[in-house]
């Protein structure tokens, strides 16, 4: 579909690229369950609307949309189930139709998408801007990753990819890994699918899981940390983000063993030659993922042996991803501009010219960091509870006693300029069911939250504490609900 805002001269500097977005007046839709993964993009993207499920700000948002009226529809099981209900919901039809400028629909963004989205957008007349949905799926398998991987020449764990039929099969086929070892499903939240088996007894635990898989990815498990890094396939190659650490497996903020739970991003998280590893890897990845037909945003989890000091692949996601706010909201992106407006000039009808090597060496230097850290809080306990009171999103204080008070409905996160503030997103609601590994929501703050030796700090575990504290809820019997109804409370990635 043809872009209202094309033009024969190309965009040649990050100057030109910003007043180019600052002026568009394409509608560009986010739609998903919350706006958390593209928040603030509408301060960078003219006419950029978000629409959603979850409102998070309860109607006070200027820039987002979410039905008032609850539709008749099947239980969701996916972020796809969420968005396909969006595309057909009569508010939402309505609301692309009132949005339309010379007679054209506009752009669509998803954090997921099937084939079926697809289809509801096309309806709708809108042009999607991601790779195609079967192209998305076959790279987001963990066990085509590692294949991607090897073709661009980016180092993974020590691996094996095989079918598993039972523990003795498993021993037999991962026999040069050793017995400690972490099994991966080709699909799925790394906090659900991820299984660290170094006996019978944690195979047994996980074994209807891994034996139904055609093929799962068996790794040698390293002693590691995790980090997060995103990039950009243009046209001019590939750009690259600064690499940032990972929270993963608190107990605090989630039930999962290998769960994601937070990131942080700051000038000395790594040294210069982790870094350069880093960019140099992810532009490899990134050019090898043109090669296989893909363009725009991705994001890759890089896996830091403790013990060797060497960097590997973790896994890949085709999109944006939950670290996408950290990445756009850091200084390198306010002083240039967002790595996501990359994306969106790979899927406008505009030519520009860039130095993707100028950009991502200048990205990955430590001048060009701040620091931000997010808090991806979940429900920990193995219960079923209904919310009677949720924070509010926005500003929130923490004072002297450790208690936190509400300053201000603020969808800038960057309105947070003190150490003891911070801005909360609201994820689980008032009347919501709170079940193990349900999202609450997402706490993010200026400064550290992790030791440098990779534990939390006392000031996240103050907010982590006082947060928690805003929420009220009462416990329900789980043999008030069927066994279908019980399966259908279980939670799925929201971010």
């Not at 809108?126 to 192209?135: G, M, Q, T, Y």
């Amino acid at each position: 579909m043809p872009d209202s805002n094309s033009t024969v001269k190309p965009l040649k500097s990050l100057a030109e690229i910003r007043d180019f977005f600052k002026n568009n007046t394409t509608p560009v839709y986010f739609i998903s369950a919350t706006n958390f993964n593209l928040l603030g993009m509408d301060e960078w993207i003219g006419n950029f609307k978000f629409i959603t499920y979850i409102d998070s700000f309860d109607g006070q948002h200027p820039n987002l949309f979410s039905p008032q009226e609850e539709l008749p529809h099947d239980e969701f099981r996916s972020i796809e189930d969420i968005n396909n209900y969006l595309l057909r919901h009569p508010e939402v039809k309505t609301y692309i139709e009132k949005g339309k400028v010379n007679g054209e629909a506009g752009k669509a963004l998803f954090l997921m998408f099937d084939e079926r989205t697809e289809e509801l957008g096309d309806d709708l007349g809108l042009d999607v801007c991601f790779p195609a949905a079967r192209l998305r799926s076959f790279l987001d398998n963990k066990v085509n990753t590692n294949r991607v991987a090897e073709r661009a020449g980016v180092a993974c764990v020590p691996y094996v990819l095989s079918k598993v039929n039972d523990y003795q099969h498993l021993l037999s086929v991962s026999e040069h890994l050793g017995t400690d070892l972490v099994i991966q499903t080709p699909y799925g939240d790394s906090g659900h699918t991820t299984f660290f088996i170094a006996s019978e007894t944690d195979f047994d635990l996980h074994k209807d899981e891994i034996v139904k898989e055609g093929e799962v990815k068996i790794m040698k498990r390293i002693n590691c940390y995790g980090t997060a890094i995103e990039g950009c396939v243009t046209r001019h190659g590939t750009i690259v983000a600064p690499l940032m650490t990972e929270l993963v497996g608190f107990k605090e903020l989630t039930p999962y063993k290998g769960g994601w739970c937070g990131n942080e991003i700051f000038p000395d998280a790594f040294n210069a030659g982790i870094r350069e590893k880093a960019k140099t890897y992810t532009q490899k990845f990134g050019d090898q993922l043109r090669k296989e037909g893909y363009k725009g945003y991705f994001e890759l989890d890089f896996l830091i042996d403790k013990d060797s000091g060497d960097i590997y692949l973790g896994e890949l996601n085709p999109r944006v991803s939950g670290v996408s706010s950290l990445t756009n909201h850091s200084k390198f992106a306010m002083d240039d501009v967002p790595l996501f407006l990359f994306h969106m000039l790979e899927w406008m009808d505009v030519p520009y010219e860039i130095d993707v090597n100028e950009i991502s060496n200048r990205w990955t230097q430590a001048a060009s960091m701040d620091s931000w850290s997010q808090l991806v809080i979940k429900h920990t306990v193995k219960t079923l509870e209904i919310a009677t009171q949720a924070p509010e999103s926005g500003i929130w204080e923490m004072k002297r006693n450790g208690s936190i008070q509400f300053k201000a409905m603020d969808p800038h996160r960057q309105s947070v300029v003190d150490d003891n503030k911070a801005f909360y997103l609201q994820i689980s609601q008032k009347n919501d069911y709170l079940y193990e590994g349900a999202d609450l929501g997402i706490l993010v703050m200026r400064g550290r939250l992790m030791t440098d030796n990779f534990e939390l700090t006392e000031r996240a575990t103050r907010w982590i504490k006082a947060l928690r504290s805003q929420y009220r809820s009462h416990v329900i019997d789980p043999g008030e609900f069927s066994e279908d109804e019980l399966l259908n409370l279980s939670g799925f990635k929201m971010l």
